[in-house]
């Protein structure tokens, strides 16, 4: 389903009611009259809290939530929460009603709607609240929550077993029960109890609740699921009466209001009317049913397509860029079909007073024939009927659904995506730079400058109407042109575009970013965040200063640098760290012992740490890493060494096979990885001076080089994920270490090992968006350097630079003052891994022709 976009309303609500100061006046007044101790009212930017203190310490147990709409949040409080106050009991609540209408959005997860109010009670008295706040909160409005139970089901009230007082490292960990065992902390979307605790409000003798898997008084059974959203599930049915092959979309009640109260139910209903309007055009799935189940109402379409656009190139690769005479592929699927089947649908919908609005590749459905449809029709103009909502990069923007070239737009962006596997550039706030960067890369990633895709998809993604309509026209007419790829594979004999002069100006620029996004942290005060997020290497202060420490000319980085020290060292969730490297507390040790050294500021006592496995990111190999860095730092040098040796005998004990961890497939490519698998733990095993450690690094070592050759087949193969590339667990980081290993034995047979994989991710690159070090294109360049540095071979500065071109490419801004995406790919982020001082990292490294990586043992 579409997502509407942010309510300008509510945002101006959070902006001019700081934070909700008429819910913090009434819950005061409340709370002032409140019989028993006195509970002052706090918050920490979210939430409003008001503590017990006759409440006992729990890890966890049952716990309450109310729902509500914004409308009524005000009213529900009123209600609540004089009951509540009468109670023993810990509550917190919504900051404000902009705050809930954020939380109802969807935009944070499904387990998140609905949860204005959690109550967190004493545990015998879990059942008489619950029953006497559904008693009097009957009949109001609120959306469901996914991961609890009703209390009963004409009151917004909810339960639900889970952690109290935890962030959400230590609710990912598990709850531990009675006899020690784990069971999951974090809410989903779905009711879960552990096996110890029974369900206060239900008999124990009552019988399991039967899962069904038939909807619409049983006309339909539910075969497979294709979408969850928090707004509503999509799934694959059968219609029993028929046989016939159906999609049942769900929307739930008061989930994804915009400000003029239409929920995912009136995007629903929209839904219907325009499939209603477009019923017999090819290409559009015909009307079936419509019919509601308790609060939430249900669309029933005939199925059209296997597959969607975004998951078929995901599994089978990029659409062809080459055309034949006749326009069919050379060796098959290719661009110019797609996007004539595509625009013929077009043509009919607009035929019918109809325009899209939403056409993106996850709302192109393909047959096995290949031949396209589109699906999701809850945001389409109708007759001049309109509701809000677009996907970012995708819709023209300030488009109002007036005008059919709009789609064209839309089809244009969408074709990118087909031919790059890459969505379109959205990080910058001029439109027109976006787009420009979209086409840029679009340009990187074709096998031959001028190639026909490149001009019509630039009329396509015109902001002129009329170049809109005659691109579309070309498309319309015929075949494309007969075009070939140039020898020696994609990209060869051309300008790649190399970033040249413009990487130390981009450097300058995303070091003062840095030290903005220090001073931003430290003003912010000790923040609401999780500790790992505030305060780690991976994606916290510590990444952020130990890369501004290697700017000592800068004095803005050495004076950001500082305070930052100084406000890490006094953290409040400090000691909550794990010992681990990347996401505890040995990684910001190693940082605030660095600034002690360049900075004068207080050095971290000597411990030992603790981590969770054997990795480099969060287990043994990484700790151990990080006492050998720290050891070559100079103070309690000869204890970190000890702690190292120790470390390196817990691994050099263990079989190799226990030296890495699985797959996850869809988020990894390899479990042999740098961050994650048996790369790292050769990389600490490496550096020790042990001869018995470094023969365990070394054995490590050669079977990564044996299994590599199959590796890299896998990752040259067509649908092979993107993911292949990354330093995390790619084969980026496992470059790193094949280079280290090289330089450490003078074994050019390594190194040549390690250059494949780099020529592997270089091929990758042009389709990857991810500028950053984790799983992008910041780590692919930092194997290139490290090539160079160790061979001296020019042609690795070159692939360096031509990796500093895509990253700028995915950048928004001048190319000299880049705005760099993170994990989100409109949001700038001032992690380490997976943000702007990673980049950072590598820029440096390219500018300055080598140096250090934070958290990494220096090449030897």
Not at 645 to 654: F, T, Y
Request: hydrophobic share 40%.
């Amino acid at each position: 389903m579409s997502t509407p976009p942010p309510d300008p309303g509510s945002a101006e609500a959070c902006r001019s009611d700081p934070p909700g100061e008429e819910l913090r006046r009434r819950a005061e007044e409340l709370a002032a009259q409140a019989p028993g101790p006195h509970r002052p009212l706090h918050t920490d930017g979210h939430w409003w809290y008001l503590r017990d203190p006759r409440m006992p310490e729990l890890a966890h147990g049952w716990k309450l939530h109310l729902s509500a709409r914004p409308e009524g949040f005000a009213a529900l409080l009123d209600t609540a929460l004089p009951i509540l106050l009468g109670r023993v009991c810990d509550v917190k609540f919504a900051v404000s009603t902009a705050a809930l209408w954020e939380l109802n959005s969807g935009r944070h997860g499904a387990a998140a709607v609905g949860k204005a109010v959690t109550v967190y009670p004493r545990p015998e008295e879990v059942r008489a609240l619950g029953l006497e706040l559904a008693q009097a909160l009957a009949g109001r409005e609120g959306p469901a929550v996914v991961s609890d139970r009703p209390v009963r089901p004409d009151a917004p009230v909810h339960y639900r077993y889970g952690p109290f007082r935890v962030t959400d490292d230590e609710a990912r960990a598990g709850m531990a029960g009675p006899d020690g065992t784990l069971f999951p902390g974090l809410a989903e979307a779905r009711y879960r109890r552990p096996p110890w605790a029974g369900d206060p409000f239900e008999a124990p003798d009552a019988p399991a609740r039967p899962a069904t898997t038939r909807v619409g008084a049983g006309r339909y059974r539910i075969t497979a699921g294709i979408t969850r959203a928090a707004s509503g599930h999509v799934y694959r049915a059968v219609e029993l009466a028929t046989g016939r092959e159906v999609v049942v979309k769900q929307a739930r009640a008061f989930v994804a209001e915009d400000g003029s109260g239409t929920d995912a139910r009136g995007r629903l209903r929209h839904e219907q009317r325009v499939l209603d309007a477009l019923t017999g055009v090819p290409g559009v799935p015909a009307l079936v049913d419509y019919f509601r189940h308790g609060t939430d109402e249900y669309l029933v379409s005939a199925a059209c397509g296997r597959i969607d656009l975004r998951r078929e190139v995901l599994t089978s690769g990029p659409y062809g860029a080459d055309t034949g005479a006749a326009g069919g592929a050379v060796g098959g699927r290719d661009w110019w079909t797609l996007g004539r089947g595509l625009l013929r649908v077009l043509d009919a919908v607009h035929a019918r007073g109809v325009v899209v609005c939403d056409l993106k590749p996850a709302n192109v459905v393909l047959d096995r024939a290949g031949r396209p449809a589109l699906v999701d029709f809850g945001v389409s103009a109708l007759a001049g009927d309109r509701l809000p909502g677009a996907t970012a990069g995708y819709g023209l923007p300030g488009a109002g659904g007036e005008d059919p070239t709009e789609d064209h737009y839309a089809l244009g962006a969408t074709l990118h995506h087909a031919l790059t596997g890459l969505d379109p550039v959205v990080i910058d706030p001029d439109p027109a730079t976006n787009r420009d960067r979209t086409l840029a890369c679009l340009r990187a990633a074709l096998p031959e400058p001028g190639h026909p895709a490149a001009e019509l998809i630039a009329g396509l993604l015109s902001f002129d109407p009329a170049h809109r309509t005659a691109a579309a026209a070309r498309l319309r007419e015929g075949p494309a042109p007969v075009r070939r790829g140039a020898p020696g594979g994609r990209g060869s004999g051309r300008d790649s575009g190399r970033a040249g002069g413009r990487v130390a100006e981009a450097l300058d620029h995303t070091v003062t970013t840095c030290v903005r996004m220090a001073r931003e942290l430290v003003a912010a005060g000790p923040g609401t965040a999780q500790p790992r997020t505030l305060l780690s290497l991976y994606d916290g202060a510590a990444g952020l200063g130990l890369e501004l420490l290697r700017h000592p000319d800068r004095p803005d980085a050495r004076a950001a640098a500082a305070e930052l020290a100084r406000w890490t060292a006094a953290h409040p969730a400090l000691d909550h760290l794990d010992g681990s490297l990347h996401q505890g507390r040995t990684g910001v040790d190693l940082f605030l012992a660095e600034a002690a050294a360049a900075l004068g500021t207080e050095p971290p006592a000597h411990r030992r740490y603790e981590g969770t496995g054997v990795d480099q990111i969060a287990g043994t190999a990484g700790i151990g890493t990080g006492h050998l860095l720290l050891a070559a730092l100079g103070p309690a040098a000869a204890a970190h060494r000890a702690a190292a040796a120790d470390c390196a005998a817990q691994l050099v004990g263990r079989p190799l096979d226990d030296l890495g961890e699985e797959p996850n497939p869809g988020t990894a490519a390899l479990a042999e990885g740098f961050a994650h698998g048996r790369a790292g733990v050769a990389h600490f095993l490496l550096a020790m001076p042990d001869e018995t450690s470094r023969r365990a690094g070394r054995e490590i070592v050669d079977g990564l080089a044996a299994d590599l050759p199959g590796i890299l087949a896998a990752a040259r193969a067509p649908g092979a994920t993107r993911r292949y590339l990354s330093w995390c667990r790619g084969l980026a980081g496992l470059g790193t270490l094949l280079v280290q290993a090289g330089r450490q034995y003078g074994d050019d047979a390594l190194l040549a090992l390690a250059a494949d994989a780099a020529d592997t991710c270089r091929t990758l690159a042009p389709r990857t968006a991810q500028v950053f070090r984790c799983c992008g294109l910041a780590g692919v360049g930092d194997l290139c350097v490290d090539l160079a540095v160790a061979t001296g071979e020019a042609r690795y500065w070159a692939a360096a630079e031509d990796v500093a071109a895509l990253i700028l490419t995915r950048a928004g801004g001048p190319p000299t003052r880049p705005l760099l995406p993170g994990r989100r790919p409109d949001t700038e982020a001032r992690a380490w891994a997976v943000g702007t001082p990673g980049v950072t990292t590598f820029l440096r490294r390219l500018t300055r022709r080598g140096g250090p990586v934070p958290g990494q043992l220096p090449l030897p």
